[in-house]
């Protein structure tokens, strides 16, 4: 339940903390108005009154006069009405929203954008974590998708930036701090910019009536032993039949676990598919690190609660808790309970396990145990999956991958905390769809000194009921992980594909010291395909700098120019019947002459089956040459039609491309947003004075 704070007391905290506010005056009476200076405008306040101009409770242009017979009228219209604010009507700037939303588990977002009646119509808003310091404001600004209006318009005057800068600070920090979690939602609509000042001409404040303490965060674990476990146990393997425990023992055992340190949890059988049972954990002498349990629901809280000091990590593999509802809940209920009265930590429920190829973690048949440097949380078991298998072939090389499921102990943000200290992860990537402890995930994100890179899902859940104000509304799920990102450093991507590309690109060159600047050189067969490489680039936010005349002069006297391109992009024949020397005669002379950080090279797999002999054998033999062709610039390469090869084509380019350490891409759009996204770690880095 929220509670609706008078606009004259919140417009006299805004004065406080330095935001400029109209004069007025305030109370069940008007007799102070004759001391403003009209025009007037006159607006009442009360507990039901969220939006003024709904319920007919603001009125403009009026006298020291006219404004008391129009507050008997607006008396009548509203009768619930606790008073009248009368203030001088100043005159309009651009209108601007300015607000801060409570967005639990995250915290507390702030918003800009364009204001008025039709904030939510013309919906320009950026948002960002609060509280904001005096650059992160100025950061805001810049982003702000009409920030060209802030320039002046048709000769106009340039408008105070730095005013609304102030603002953005003093709102998300004094304002915040003063109420802090009871704060629900606040905004100023509009603000009144003009070349000398921002004015707040409407304030709504809403609060929290009671702040109910949040649960205290679990100490932060040591999560080795769940990576790299002692000994293991499945509970749920049947003697009689094939379920989905007997599938984890035989993947164990594939792995390489032996007796000893695997077993199976039955209250009779002896053996289960050749691993020895004992029926219950606490039969395992110095118990085990790690407990699968894969029994249905119903019996996982009895199984959960006899564990206490003998098992170190528990997963609940099950599903029918909290994601099939009210019965669910209960369920998942008396699961915790069980938890807590073991004293144990818990990955679940409703999750697939846990792979790290060093500790022989596996949670499906066939997984590599080759090591690699690419950590993985996801809430969902079935994309996890994915991630390994896709992301495997894609060249991927994994530490650690978890199934956090509902999350109801061990929960993405304190999984992420350690992650950023692990000596093994370089990389994270992380899937979430509504991470109970968001508050612990942001300040882990701020904390990482290594990329991390986000994939929500589900973003039309949260934050639903928060609508209450403009701002509510406008700071939806959507601009929440926008603001998570750019408040972290973290590199938000929109699809699964783009996920693992961004991941491989980080792989490969996160930690690699590239010549610097902003720029990307383009090189390929085809003036269309050029063009939408271009194209692409550009929505990806990256720069495509000329080739300078010097160099397009060397391009020259090696042959290209007629009938190609020697600007940016370089339009050249690469494909089955061009020399084995083309790409040398093209990267060698443009990286020589001008410093560019990115290559992208594409080509047209097609043209090696529809004009070649098929023979892929050139394609190959430049996919291992091209490192050593780019030197200190970071290649990729966008293998065009990949998906029409014929036979075992686009697996032989992949391994290729994976043995060579070139990330690979089948679109142009995928191949330029993880560039961007290794450009984005690199430069937030360097701009901190880091060396990736």
């Known amino acids: 339940m929220t509670v609706v704070v008078p606009e004259p007391e919140v417009k006299e905290l805004l004065r406080r903390f330095g935001v400029r506010v109209p004069n007025g005056v305030s109370g069940p009476s008007l007799a102070d108005a004759a001391g403003l200076t009209p025009p007037l405008v006159l607006k009442a306040y009360g507990p039901d009154i969220v939006h003024k101009s709904d319920v007919g409770a603001v009125e403009l242009g009026h006298d020291a006069t006219t404004v008391v017979a129009a507050a008997a009228r607006m008396r009548e219209r509203i009768p619930s009405l606790a008073g009248f604010l009368v203030e001088e009507q100043l005159p309009i700037g651009l209108e601007l929203i300015v607000g801060v939303v409570h967005r639990p588990p995250f915290g507390h977002l702030v918003l800009l954008g364009l204001g008025g009646t039709l904030a939510e119509v013309i919906d320009r808003t950026v948002t960002r974590l609060a509280p904001l310091t005096p650059a992160d404001a100025e950061e805001m600004i810049a982003a702000f998708p009409a920030a060209a209006l802030l320039d002046g318009v048709r000769g106009g005057p340039p408008l105070d930036r730095a005013a609304l800068a102030d603002l953005l600070v003093a709102v998300s920090g004094p304002l915040l701090d003063h109420f802090g979690e009871r704060l629900a939602e606040f905004e100023c609509n509009p603000v009144a910019l003009g070349p000398s000042g921002a004015v707040a001409l409407d304030a709504r404040l809403l609060l929290r009536d009671s702040s109910e303490p949040s649960p205290p965060e679990p100490a932060g674990t040591d999560f080795t032993p769940l990576f790299s476990p002692r000994a293991v146990a499945v509970a749920g393997a049947s003697a009689t039949k094939q379920g989905f425990g007997n599938r984890f023992l035989q993947a164990y055992r594939a792995a390489g676990w032996t007796d000893g340190t695997l077993f199976a949890i039955h209250p009779s059988a002896d053996r289960i598919d050749g691993v020895p049972a004992v029926p219950s954990v606490a039969d395992i002498p110095g118990g085990v690190d ?52 073991a004293k144990t930590r818990l990955l679940g429920p409703n999750c697939l396990g846990t792979y790290a190829p060093l500790g022989r973690q596996v949670f499906t048949f066939g997984q590599s145990l080759e090591p690699g440097p690419v950590s993985v949380l996801s809430q969902s078991g079935g994309l996890a999956g994915d991630i390994t298998t896709a992301g495997g072939r894609r060249g991927i090389r994994f530490a650690r991958v978890v199934s956090l499921g509902n999350g109801i102990d061990v929960a993405a943000g304190e999984l992420l905390e350690w992650l950023v200290d692990d000596p093994e992860t370089e990389v994270v990537g992380c899937y979430l769809e509504g991470p109970r402890d968001g508050a612990r995930l942001v300040r882990a994100l701020r904390r990482a ?207 290729a491309a994976v043995a060579a350490g070139v990330p690979l891409y089948g679109t142009l759009d995928a191949a330029a947003t993880a560039i961007a996204a290794v450009k984005r770690w690199t430069g937030v880095h360097a701009m901190e004075g880091r060396n990736p």
């Open 290 to 341: 790690y407990l699968l349990v894969t029994v249905p629901a119903a019996q996982a809280p009895a199984l959960v609660a006899g564990t206490a000091g003998a098992a170190r990590f528990v997963q609940v593999v099950s599903g029918g808790f909290g994601e099939t509802g009210a019965g669910g809940a209960d369920r998942e209920r008396e699961l915790l309970a069980a938890l807590r009265s």
């Open 449 to 655: 000194r290594k990329p991390v890179v986000l994939l929500p899902g589900g973003l039309s859940r949260q934050g639903a009921d928060a609508v209450a104000s403009h701002t509510g509304s406008l700071a939806g799920d959507d601009r929440l992980w926008d603001a998570i990102a750019a408040g972290t450093g973290a590199i938000r991507v929109s699809t699964l594909e783009d996920f693992l590309g961004v991941l491989r690109m980080l792989q490969v060159y996160a930690h690699r010291p590239a010549v610097p600047g902003s720029d990307v050189l383009v090189v390929g067969p085809g003036g269309g395909a050029s063009v939408l490489a271009t194209d692409a680039c550009d929505r990806a936010g990256l720069t495509l700098a000329p080739i300078v005349a010097a160099t397009r002069q060397a391009l020259r006297d090696n042959g290209f120019g007629a009938g190609t391109s020697v600007t940016n992009p370089v339009e050249v024949p690469i494909g089955p019947a061009s020399p084995p020397d083309l790409a040398a005669r093209v990267l060698g002379p443009v990286l020589a002459g001008q410093h560019y950080p990115d290559v992208l090279l594409h080509v047209n797999v097609q043209s090696y089956f529809s004009y070649g002999t098929g023979d892929l054998a050139p394609l190959v033999d430049l996919l291992g040459r091209l490192p050593e062709l780019a030197g200190a610039a970071r290649v990729t390469l966008a293998a065009r039609n990949l998906d029409t090869a014929p036979g075992d084509a686009a697996d032989r380019i992949g391994a």
